[in-house]
Structures are given as structure tokens and as C-alpha cells.
């Protein structure tokens, strides 16, 4: 587990907890009482776009939630998150937060683990393509109705030319958290940051049927030349891969380079929850 995660506070203003996930480049953070380290629930990035009318983070995050403790074994560690599709799990002892627990914190025991598993077994995720040349608001459809976080992407001859993911629009909107403060207007304490304009961005991503977005295509945004792995690459290898760059999914292509699939970290992991 990660310990001593960065942690947001009850009572706090989403405004605060957006602040915090800016200047850390969060994507989820457990909540605890103020003055206190006691659990009382658990925000993500997703929580804050999916609630853009809310204000206060006890209204914002997800109370009661799942959780881990700190002797649990990782295989059931991974057995919880693929059973609930949880990302983030806090660890608990004693009724204190002491840590957190992420696919990317699994993805070591994977490597020790998966010897002479081929990636072709695990990757049963959907795997969503988009045309290279298609206009950027069908990315945000795409990305809204089939629930994945990343499209491979394809040329006119239906070749793997790139792949984006959420991260990749936000950044090239300036709406994600890694997007520095100054360009967020959050540089200082004393800085002004009108909270309706991030609501405003926070309904441009949810509500893309009234979006008046630029036309520019998925080709200016995505990530071309993506990192792959072929259907036989041992899935060990592709944990390896994964942990080194911080990359949450990878294509898979066949000996032609053919795109076959996507695998996500959650599908690596399951090879964990299996036992």
C-alpha cells in the first residue's frame, strides 16, 4: 500500500479538495474528519465530475466506503477491487486511515506472479477504437457511453495509430488535475477562482450534446505511437511495462501489428484474484 496517503478533510468546499488534487496530481484521495484520522469516505475525480451542481464535499463523496486492512493479503486486495470496480481503496487499523491501495500498487506482486501467462488471456476489457480524423466530441460521446477511460485510435487503413485516454482532453481543455494551478487560477491562497467557471468545464465534459466544441480531430489530441504488447507477451512483462511508465492500459496487437484488444491495469491484476 501506499502509507500515509494525502488525504482530503471534512467539512471542506469542493473548491479545497480540487485545490488539493491540482497540487498533488491526484485522481482520488480518502476522506477523513478534520483534526481526525478517521475514514469517512472516499472522493475521485469521477465523484467530482458526476456531482458539478454540489458545493460541499459531504455531499460530493462516497460515504461508508470499501476498505482494506493493513494485514490483508494482496490477492484478496485484488479480489475487492475487481469484485466492487474500485480504483482506490483505503487501508484501515484500529478505525485510523493509514493507507491506500491502488491497481498500480498490485502491479509488482503481478510481476513475480504471472511467469508464462500470455496477455491475449487477461486482456476481456472492452477495447473501444475511434478514427483518427473524427471530430473530438465524438471522443467525449464515446468516452461518456462505453465507460472505458482510453480509445485506441486508427488511421484510414484501420492500423493502431495512437491511442487517447480522459487524461489526454482534459489536458488539451485545461480541466484536469494535472493541469498546473496557475493555469487553473489556483496559484495562491489569496487567488480568486470562481468556482461557477469550473462548473461550467465540469458540464462541458457531461453534458457533450450541448457542447460547442472546436472541431478539431482525435489526431491533434491523441498520443501517437503508442507503447503496445503482443498477444503473447507474458502478462508479467505487461506489469512491468505498466508500473515503469505509469501507464494505466496498453493496446495489444498481433504479429502484424494489428490491433486485437485493449488491456487495462484492472485485467492485470485479476491474475492476483484468481487464487
Given at each position: 500500500?501506499?502509507?500515509?496517503?494525502i488525504?482530503?478533510?471534512?467539512?471542506?468546499?469542493?473548491?479545497?479538495?480540487?485545490?488539493?488534487m491540482?497540487?498533488h496530481?491526484?485522481?482520488?484521495a480518502?476522506?477523513?474528519?478534520?483534526?481526525?484520522d478517521?475514514l469517512?469516505g472516499?472522493?475521485?475525480r469521477?465523484?467530482?465530475?458526476?456531482?458539478?451542481?454540489?458545493?460541499?464535499l459531504?455531499?460530493?463523496m462516497k460515504?461508508d466506503?470499501?476498505?482494506l486492512d493493513?494485514?490483508?493479503?494482496?490477492e484478496?486486495?485484488a479480489?475487492?477491487m475487481?469484485?466492487?470496480?474500485?480504483?482506490?481503496?483505503?487501508v484501515v487499523?484500529?478505525?485510523?486511515?493509514v493507507?491506500i491501495?491502488?491497481?498500480t500498487?498490485?502491479?509488482y506482486?503481478?510481476?513475480?506472479?504471472?511467469?508464462?501467462?500470455?496477455?491475449?488471456?487477461?486482456?476481456?476489457?472492452p477495447?473501444?477504437?475511434?478514427?483518427?480524423?473524427?471530430?473530438?466530441?465524438v471522443?467525449?460521446v464515446t468516452f461518456?457511453?462505453?465507460?472505458?477511460?482510453?480509445?485506441?485510435?486508427?488511421?484510414?487503413?484501420?492500423?493502431?495509430?495512437g491511442?487517447?485516454?480522459?487524461?489526454?482532453v482534459?489536458?488539451?481543455f485545461h480541466?484536469?488535475?494535472?493541469?498546473?494551478?496557475?493555469?487553473?487560477?489556483?496559484?495562491?491562497?489569496d487567488?480568486?477562482?470562481?468556482?461557477?467557471?469550473?462548473?461550467n468545464?465540469l458540464?462541458?465534459?457531461?453534458?457533450v450534446s450541448k457542447?460547442?466544441?472546436?472541431?478539431?480531430?482525435?489526431?491533434?489530441?491523441?498520443?501517437?505511437?503508442?507503447?503496445?504488447?503482443?498477444?503473447?507477451?507474458?502478462?508479467s512483462?505487461a506489469?512491468r511495462?505498466?508500473r515503469?511508465?505509469d501507464?494505466?492500459?496498453?493496446?495489444?496487437?498481433?504479429?502484424?501489428?494489428?490491433?486485437?484488444?485493449?488491456?487495462?491495469?484492472?485485467?492485470?491484476?485479476?491474475?492476483?484474484?484468481?487464487?
Amino acid at each position: 500500500m501506499t502509507h500515509n496517503p494525502i488525504v482530503a478533510t471534512i467539512p471542506s468546499s469542493r473548491i479545497d479538495v480540487l485545490r488539493m488534487m491540482v497540487r498533488h496530481n491526484l485522481t482520488g484521495a480518502p476522506v477523513v474528519k478534520r483534526d481526525d484520522d478517521e475514514l469517512v469516505g472516499m472522493i475521485t475525480r469521477r465523484d467530482i465530475f458526476d456531482n458539478p451542481e454540489e458545493d460541499q464535499l459531504a455531499l460530493v463523496m462516497k460515504r461508508d466506503p470499501q476498505y482494506l486492512d493493513p494485514e490483508t493479503p494482496v490477492e484478496e486486495a485484488a479480489r475487492v477491487m475487481i469484485q466492487t470496480k474500485e480504483t482506490h481503496l483505503p487501508v484501515v487499523e484500529d478505525g485510523k486511515l493509514v493507507g491506500i491501495m491502488t491497481p498500480t500498487d498490485l502491479l509488482y506482486d503481478v510481476e513475480k506472479k504471472a511467469s508464462g501467462i500470455p496477455v491475449d488471456e487477461l486482456a476481456l476489457s472492452p477495447c473501444v477504437p475511434i478514427y483518427q480524423e473524427a471530430p473530438l466530441i465524438v471522443a467525449f460521446v464515446t468516452f461518456s457511453v462505453s465507460k472505458v477511460n482510453a480509445l485506441p485510435v486508427l488511421d484510414g487503413t484501420g492500423r493502431l495509430n495512437g491511442i487517447i485516454t480522459d487524461r489526454d482532453v482534459f489536458n488539451k481543455f485545461h480541466i484536469h488535475e494535472s493541469v498546473t494551478e496557475q493555469d487553473m487560477g489556483l496559484g495562491g491562497e489569496d487567488d480568486f477562482w470562481s468556482w461557477e467557471n469550473y462548473r461550467n468545464i465540469l458540464r462541458m465534459w457531461y453534458e457533450v450534446s450541448k457542447i460547442d466544441m472546436p472541431m478539431v480531430p482525435v489526431s491533434s489530441v491523441m498520443v501517437r505511437s503508442p507503447t503496445t504488447v503482443f498477444k503473447k507477451t507474458n502478462v508479467s512483462e505487461a506489469a512491468r511495462m505498466m508500473r515503469r511508465n505509469d501507464f494505466g492500459q496498453l493496446p495489444v496487437v498481433d504479429s502484424k501489428d494489428n490491433l486485437t484488444a485493449m488491456l487495462y491495469d484492472m485485467d492485470v491484476i485479476s491474475i492476483l484474484a484468481k487464487d
